[in-house]
């Protein structure tokens, strides 16, 4: 059975970078492997988090080498239950790591994080999981809590009140194609969805936010933290003056 109030988070690990040439969760960044920056910023925001990987040799090392920083650092770094996976169905991308993490959790809804995101913020984790409390406590039907870039902000401010799209599919494709569908939440009970989905030969994750429920919030990129206490932008979008979804796909982005 499902429970509404357990956060659970789905950590996307996937395979090896071509671009990289090497596993991108494993990678130093300030002489810390990535994943270790996001399982630490994740500590006292959820419950549990589902590490998919897409094989058993890849998710025992992902075991040693979080083993061995909570050995080094001489205690216990993570505050929440932390389970590995195997992707159910191989070489489909993402989007069957989320399908695997879906099944396993035992919240109703996963916060879905890539593991070559390592600047994601803990106000980040918890706005997310608000916006997603407050939709339930409306008890409006959400299949998926969506982060949406654009710089139209009073549009995207009536657009956040009114939680619903405008019928213009135009508008709604540009939501979908400015969209940050890997850092996003999903009711854990559309995993048949994405299994019919991969079945037809989908793996663009965003082919699944186009066949879901999904309420779009908007990110306020650029945007001080003078303006975010004067406008309260937090409480109805994320405040993107962090990077949260800045990823690592190349050796340049480490020293951009």
Known sequence: MKHENIRSCILLCGGMSRRMGQDKGTMLINEKPMIIHILEKLNYQIDEVIIVLNDEKRIAKYKSLIQNHIKNKLKTDFDYEMIFLEDEIKNQGPLSGIMTGLKTIKGKYGLV??????FITSNFIKNMFNILNENLEEEIFIEGIVPYHNKNMDLLEKLTKEKELPEDIGFKNSLINNSEPLHSIYKSSIYPDIEELLHSNKNDVKSLIK???SYFIPI??????????KNNYSTHGINNIENNFKNINSKEDLDN
């Open 220 to 229: 306020y990129d650029n945007i001080s933290n003078e303006d975010n206490k």
């Open 113 to 118: 994080l890539p593991c070559d995101s390592p």
């Open 211 to 213: 066949n879901i429920n």
